[in-house]
Each structure stands twice: as structure tokens, then as C-alpha cells.
T-cell receptor
């Protein structure tokens, strides 16, 4: 079962930052937070992941609260192509053996 | 960079027929995952393989089977197809040789059962 809770949908204006929250209050100490997105009927795309420190890459930033019970994915300058369903996934990744369990995700719509 | 390749991209079958979906992982990836995504649904994990051995199993019907071959490609075999099997089927691959790896997904096979 998915271990995360996300808003069903969000809207964002093009060029503005999109902040997508995720609650994972039952996360255990060795579980990571992964974010994927799925643009209409395409294969899910990896965005970013983290354990407890904030992370940043060319796509996004991931802010994890100190108690690790929630996190926020930040797309700094959203574009129309960022319209997608965003999935926050908590998983144990010991050597890549753990499957990804997709929950409901957040449908982000970026508006012109 | 090479990505996960799935074939065919589209497949139409009749009820009670069989179907075989193929997945070619990224080179040097040793783990393959299969997911099913019905219309308006989220991806559901079916099964995974590591080094040609089944490593995890999800909600995969008994009518389905899968295997990973020596070249690491994987096939999902589906028999006695039902209308409800119509879905997108995604394959993903990753490497256990990398700490905290990400899984890369293919573009999927759209199966339509009529």
C-alpha cells in the first residue's frame, strides 16, 4: 500500500514556482522519498529523491522536513510541459531491490 | 543515452487470446519491473526480476507469467485475455550496483482486448 498522501490536484501559473506537498508520516528511518511524474500516458519519469537532506538537481528541489514526515517538491519555474501527475513514493532502496508503489499522485496543471 | 525499450507499442488482441510483451532494459541494468496501468488508474506493480530470478511479486493474475533472460531482457506473457486486461503495461529497469538508484521506465505497451 502507498505510504503517502498528496493533494489530488494543483494549479500553477507558467513561470512561477510549483510547490507540491507530500505527507509520509509513517516513514521509517531507512526509507527514501522519491518523486516521479507521468505526462499523459507516457512512462513515469524520475525527478529526484532524498533521505533527510534537501536535494536539488536540474529538474527540481526536494525539501524534507526535519522529522521526515513530509516533503515538498519544488519546480522553480514551471512551464506548460510540466503539466503531469506527480507521484511521491516512499521506498526502501537496498541495492535497488525495492519496487515503487504508486499512490494517487497530484495532477499539476500549469496554466499560461 | 539508451532508454528502456518496450515492444510492441500497441497490441490488439481478442478475448481468450495470448499476448507477449517484451522489455529491453538499459544496458548494465540488472533489475526489471513490470507495471499495469488501467484507464484513469495509477500504475500497479506486477512483478520484478533481479539477475533472472523473480525478486518480488505484486497483484499479478495467475494467467500472467514473466521471466528475465540471460541478456536481461524480460517478457510478460498473458494468457486467456480478458477485457479488463486492457491497459498500459510499463517496464522499468534499475541497477543494484548503484546506491539508491532510480528506476527508468519505458514508454509502455498499450494492450487493447476486444
Amino acid at each position: 500500500d502507498a505510504k503517502t498522501t498528496q493533494p489530488t490536484s494543483m494549479d500553477c501559473a507558467e513561470g512561477r514556482a510549483a510547490n507540491l506537498p507530500c505527507n509520509h508520516s509513517t516513514i521509517s528511518g531507512n526509507e527514501y522519498v522519491y518523486w516521479y511524474r507521468q505526462i499523459h500516458s507516457q512512462g513515469p519519469q524520475y525527478i529526484i529523491h532524498g533521505l533527510k537532506n534537501n536535494e536539488t538537481n536540474e529538474m527540481a528541489s526536494l525539501i524534507i522536513t526535519e522529522d521526515r514526515k513530509s516533503s515538498t517538491l519544488i519546480l522553480p519555474h514551471a512551464t506548460l510541459r510540466d503539466t503531469a501527475v506527480y507521484y511521491c513514493i516512499v521506498t526502501l532502496t537496498q541495492g535497488g531491490s525495492e519496487k515503487l508503489v504508486f499512490g494517487k499522485g497530484t495532477k499539476l496543471t500549469v496554466n499560461p | 543515452a539508451a532508454g528502456v525499450i518496450q515492444s510492441p507499442r500497441h497490441l490488439i488482441k481478442e478475448k481468450r487470446e495470448t499476448a507477449t510483451l517484451k522489455c529491453y532494459p538499459i544496458p548494465r541494468h540488472d533489475t526489471v519491473y513490470w507495471y499495469q496501468q488501467g484507464p484513469g488508474q495509477d500504475p500497479q506493480f506486477l512483478i520484478s526480476f533481479y539477475e533472472k530470478m523473480q525478486s518480488d511479486k505484486g497483484s499479478i493474475p495467475d494467467r500472467f507469467s514473466a521471466q528475465q533472460f540471460s541478456d536481461y531482457h524480460s517478457e510478460l506473457n498473458m494468457s486467456s485475455l480478458e477485457l479488463g486486461d486492457s491497459a498500459l503495461y510499463f517496464c522499468a529497469s534499475s541497477s543494484r550496483q548503484v546506491a539508491n538508484p532510480e528506476a527508468f521506465f519505458g514508454q509502455g505497451t498499450r494492450l487493447t482486448v476486444v
